[in-house]
């Protein structure tokens, strides 16, 4: 769920981003700590992502993505989730994205945590290379066997890229969650929440490097949580990436 899953995506959500040029490509993240949706999934420790992408000229792609996670129930040490769909950029600069993703959880003993969310999105890339893209994401089980019965959830979120001089750019994050699955109580303290983040980004070389500060605490799952699983508590994150084949 993002409580129990982890997209920045996405933020590098689910490395759909490597996804808009044609071929195969990876993506490889070290994070100081796992957010989604402004939840830790890793109890504010770091972690190290993974993605391999196909992108067709047409629009279609297809990847998986992969990351350590930390939380209970099942005890779940890595999440590797696998999403398609299809994405096209008009010339005006305007684009849509519509697919799907399924998240899955190794855990022992059960219960399955695995579950699906379908999404569609729009956007605008200005010829400043300024940024801002649109999301809604749908699961009419959110969160798999970690709550009873199918359960559905729905989240809106809106992100914005402003290329700045010297390589450097501004990153912000907005996000909706709500749907039965919040209204219902099934993860406490069960309400529906805001979550947002803004940051600074720098490119250097192949790397690309983000710091960002984080907060979920609409939600309060902060201070207190055993062991910090969970906790939505406000927290800056460092995080560097790059993507192979390494062009010239």
């Known amino acids: 769920m993002k409580l129990i899953r982890g997209g920045v995506l996405l933020t590098g959500m689910l490395g759909v981003a490597t996804a808009t040029q044609a071929g195969v490509t990876s993506t490889w993240t070290a994070v100081s700590d796992y957010d989604f949706r402004g939840i830790t999934q890793t109890a504010k420790d770091p972690a190290l992502q993974a993605s391999v992408d196909y992108a067709h000229d047409s629009g279609f792609y297809v990847?998986?993505?992969?990351s350590n996670v930390e939380f209970g129930p099942g005890d779940p040490n890595i999440e590797v989730d696998v999403y398609g769909g299809f994405t096209k950029t008009l010339e005006s600069g305007f684009s849509y994205d519509v697919g799907g993703v399924y998240y899955t959880y190794h855990t022992d003993p059960n219960p399955s945590l695995n579950y699906y969310e379908l999404y569609a999105g729009v956007g605008f890339t200005a010829k400043?290379?300024?940024?801002?893209?649109?999301?809604f994401f749908y699961s009419?089980?959110?969160?798999?066997?970690?709550t009873q019965g199918d359960t559905e959830a729905e989240y809106l979120t809106a992100d914005l890229t402003m290329p700045l001089p010297a390589n450097f750019s501004i990153l912000a994050h907005a996000g909706y969650s709500f749907g039965d699955y919040w209204d219902g109580g099934s993860f406490p303290p069960g309400n529906e929440y805001f979550d947002y983040a803004v940051g600074v980004g720098y490119t250097a070389g192949k790397f690309n490097l983000a710091l960002k500060f984080i907060d979920g605490s609409d939600l309060k799952i902060t201070d207190g949580t055993p062991g910090d699983v969970?906790?939505?508590?406000?927290?800056?994150?460092?995080?560097?990436?790059?993507?192979?084949?390494?062009?010239?």
């Not at 400043?128 to 999301?135: E, H, R, T, V």
């Not at 009419?140 to 970690?146: E, I, S």
């Not at 969970?230 to 010239?248: D, N």
């Open 63 to 66: 990847g998986g993505w992969a």
């Open 128 to 135: 400043s290379g300024l940024s801002i893209k649109g999301k």
């Open 140 to 146: 009419p089980d959110f969160g798999g066997d970690f």
């Open 230 to 248: 969970f906790t939505s508590e406000s927290k800056v994150v460092f995080s560097v990436a790059t993507t192979f084949p390494w062009g010239e």
